[in-house]
């Protein structure tokens, strides 16, 4: 069933735990993630970047296939279509589309105008029943031509935005989008923690989950993190299961090209990873 995120977060939160955002591409990537989450009987998120909405032809398009699919599949388990880094416009877009729930990334603005976008799209996403994420400090890597630094958030900044009555706070805590690097310092807990403390049982958001170590992913969950993102991984399971197919000539075998052929290797493996997460974030039966 198709909900906001706001009552599985907060049940997230005061179980230490967290739900699993995954980002999805298409048909594959959804029927893949929600047959995993329904499986595991766990809340799940989907997550839609702006960048993929449009290669899916559009939010009303994604919204009306996420719908259609639940119904479909007879899911059962708590299901968020979520904007992942929205724009100011972006949001509004996918308020009008149907989504249950929205991000907007105010983090390159200066803090003031970031409050007062945060603050008019609270309200809209509220008087719908939509839930709501914000953004502190910026997320490391490239996201849809967004390029952060991964700059740490300022805990006194992040109280300000969670003040305005998001359900949700992304903080940057030294996290990155992609592959992290070799030499990558790791989060900063120490960061988290006075986040965790400025703004009392908001559920935090942890992005660029791919490649975290779990001893990481646990520990941030002790401290507030109740969503976790997750997308490279998936499409990193995705190319590499599709690849070992065509590489094996299977595509060449009986009818093999066809696409529901073709495509169903990397499906099995994008329901292999999401598992894996669901068991790592502790989501499992959460439902």
């Known amino acids: 069933m198709?909900?906001?995120a706001t009552e599985m977060l907060k049940k997230a939160r005061e179980g230490k735990y967290a739900v699993g955002q995954f980002n999805i591409n298409n048909l594959e990537w959804t029927k893949a993630v929600l047959l995993t989450a329904e499986e595991m009987r766990s809340p799940v998120i989907l997550g839609v970047s702006e960048g993929a909405g449009k290669y899916m032809t559009g939010f009303g398009t994604v919204a009306a296939m996420v719908k259609a699919m639940i119904e479909d599949l007879?899911?059962?388990v708590p299901v968020a279509l979520h904007l992942d880094h929205g724009s100011y416009e972006g949001c509004y877009k996918c308020i009008k589309a149907g989504f249950s729930s929205i991000m907007f990334d105010g983090s390159h603005y200066p803090i003031a105008e970031n409050v007062e976008k945060t603050t008019e799209l609270v309200h809209a996403a509220h008087?719908?029943?939509l839930s709501i994420e914000a953004e502190v400090g910026s997320i490391g890597g490239e996201e849809d031509g967004v390029v952060g630094m991964g700059e740490c958030a300022d805990p006194n900044e992040c109280k300000q935005i969670a003040d305005l009555g998001v359900d949700m706070l992304a903080?940057?805590?030294g996290n990155i989008h992609g592959k992290y690097p070799e030499n990558w310092a790791g989060l900063s807990f120490e960061t988290l923690a006075a986040v965790n403390e400025k703004v009392g049982e908001m559920p935090l958001v942890l992005h660029g989950g791919t490649g975290i170590p779990a001893d990481m992913i646990k520990k941030a969950i002790s401290l507030g993190v109740a969503k976790i993102n997750v997308n490279t991984e998936c499409q990193l399971s995705f190319a590499a299961a599709t690849r070992e197919y065509i590489e094996a000539g299977k595509d060449q075998q009986g009818k093999g090209f066809d696409p529901r052929k073709l495509l169903a290797p990397g499906a099995e493996?994008?329901?292999?990873?999401?598992r894996e997460k669901i068991e790592l974030f502790g989501s499992a039966n959460k439902a």
Do not use: H, N, Y
């Open 127 to 129: 008087q719908l029943g």
């Open 269 to 274: 493996a994008i329901k292999a990873t999401v």
């Open 74 to 76: 007879k899911i059962t």
């Open 171 to 173: 903080a940057g805590i």
């Open 2 to 4: 198709l909900v906001s």
